[in-house]
């Protein structure tokens, strides 16, 4: 089982404002990826890390951000969102075998609204 | 990059009934993954299947990695196995998962 948290559910907020979507995982999971999923649509790759000050833009572009100061820790910040943001987020982790990104676990999701 | 096809795209089926989902892949994969995502958006492990077959309760997969697909098969279904199932696959030398674009099934009662 594991143990991935995202914060907040949902968010709804004005155009211009700054947000932080937080994800944690308890795990010691070394790899870490924020995907972008529009309603009933696929999952796409924003961005992933490997570890502590690891972080690599993935395969869809995004305005947002990331850092990896901890391991356990994965931020996601917007500085300007835009209804072109709105949209659910999904943190996930994985170990860190020798090849690969390993089995994947996600968090709840975070679902973003900008008006 | 690899490419992932999910058929059928979407099922109705009847409480009790059987059905077989199917991922096909466009290159050698390391890495294979079946999620369920529950209404809620939350996307659950099923399995986590390069090749070979698994069982977990009404559920299983198989992954027949030489002929690039793998099935996921659902038993005696359930209204709580309604969702969208999801096949993630991982091509060697790229470390990341690419998603096919799911299987909607909703279970009538």
């Known amino acids: 089982e594991a143990d991935i948290y995202q914060t907040p559910r949902y968010l709804v907020i004005g155009t211009g404002k700054k947000i932080t979507l937080e994800c944690s995982q308890t795990?010691?999971?070394?790899?870490m990826y924020w995907y972008q999923q529009d309603p009933g649509m696929e999952l796409h790759l924003i961005h992933y890390?490997?570890?502590?000050?690891?972080?690599e833009k993935g395969d869809l572009s995004s305005e947002s951000t990331v850092s990896r100061i901890r391991t356990e820790h994965f931020p996601l910040t917007l500085e300007s969102a835009r209804p072109s943001h709105t949209s659910q987020y999904l943190c996930?982790?994985?170990?860190?075998?020798?090849?690969?990104?390993?089995?994947?676990?996600f968090g709840e999701g975070s679902r973003l609204t900008v008006l | 990059g690899i490419q992932v096809e999910q058929s059928p795209p979407d099922l109705i089926l009847q409480e009790g009934a059987n059905s077989t989902l199917r991922c096909n892949f466009s290159?050698?994969?390391?890495?294979l993954q079946w999620f369920h995502q529950n209404p809620w958006g939350q996307l659950i492990n099923l399995f986590y299947?390069?090749?070979g077959t698994k069982q977990n309760g009404r559920l299983s997969a198989t992954t027949v990695a030489t002929e690039r697909y793998s099935l996921l098969y659902i038993s005696s279904s359930q209204t709580t196995d309604s969702g969208v199932y999801f096949c993630?696959?991982?091509?060697?030398?790229?470390?990341?998962?690419?998603f096919g674009k799911g299987n909607q099934v909703v279970v009538i009662p």
């Open positions: 996930a982790s994985s170990e860190s075998p020798i090849k690969g990104a390993g089995e994947l676990f």
């Open positions: 795990m010691g999971h070394d790899k």
């Open positions: 890390s490997y570890g502590v000050n690891s972080t």
């Open positions: 290159d050698s994969v390391n890495n």
């Open positions: 299947i390069p090749s």
């Open positions: 993630a696959v991982e091509d060697y030398g790229n470390n990341r998962l690419a």
